[in-house]
């Protein structure tokens, strides 16, 4: 984001690009990436996507290297498809090994973790990219994806699934999700408080931008 207002000289059209490309994927993937998080090992989905999104970091490097920087808003749109995939992964490794009186606790350390790196991980990157540049942020980036897939290895292995019924087809769990969602009262209520919330989010992060910009130069 940081490099694109500079270049672009806080052009508003790819600025808000960057917004679309980070956060179109939760719209149109959160779904179909649960979906599969239950077909899939959860293990290997997770190391899997840390090596793609790593991939997708060195590719974005050279691309800037000769000149190309539209491709920042593929990679960033590529890397936030792959989180939809890993999230849910995440979820069900923890249901797997984690006893369910311990559950509600592990949860909320996961999501303090979570919280706490979204508050420095900006700070942090801000650092870097105003002292060292592009490359350097994106090259540190790629290796900590490269780095978080070598820590997931040490993930006891996935348990093998021996399937009894028929097979479902995708389509078909991905209706019956839906369907359970809709017909439940809690669910429904809360996905429909999370659109209007990602609506507002959506309205105001690009604008802060351009406040922050306005006022501090």
């Keep these: 984001l940081l490099y694109v207002t500079d270049l672009t000289h806080n052009d508003p059209v790819y600025v808000s690009l960057i917004s679309v490309a980070e956060f179109a994927p939760i719209f149109l993937f959160a779904i179909i990436g649960g979906t599969f998080a239950d077909r899939w090992r959860p293990k290997r989905t997770m190391v899997s996507c840390d090596l793609l999104s790593a991939a997708s970091i060195f590719i974005v490097l050279l691309a800037l290297w000769y000149g190309s920087w539209q491709v920042l808003l593929l990679s960033t749109f590529f890397s936030a498809i792959l989180s939809q995939f890993s999230q849910p992964s995440a979820m069900k490794i923890l249901k797997q090994h984690v006893a369910p009186e311990q559950l509600q606790g592990v949860m909320a350390l996961f999501q303090s973790l979570m919280a706490l790196f979204m508050v420095i991980g900006p ?95």
């Design 123 to 217: 700070v942090v990157g801000t650092f870097i990219y105003q002292h060292f540049g592009i490359f350097s942020s994106l090259s540190i980036t790629g290796m900590l994806f490269l780095i978080s897939a070598l820590v997931l290895t040490r993930i006891p292995q996935d348990e093998q699934v021996i399937e009894i019924d028929r097979p479902t087809h995708f389509i078909e769990e991905l209706k019956e999700g839906i369907h359970y969602v809709w017909n439940n009262r809690t669910l429904r209520t809360l996905g429909g408080t999370f659109t209007i919330i990602g609506l507002a989010v959506g309205l105001i992060q690009p604008l802060m931008v351009f406040v922050a910009i306005e006022n501090l130069g």
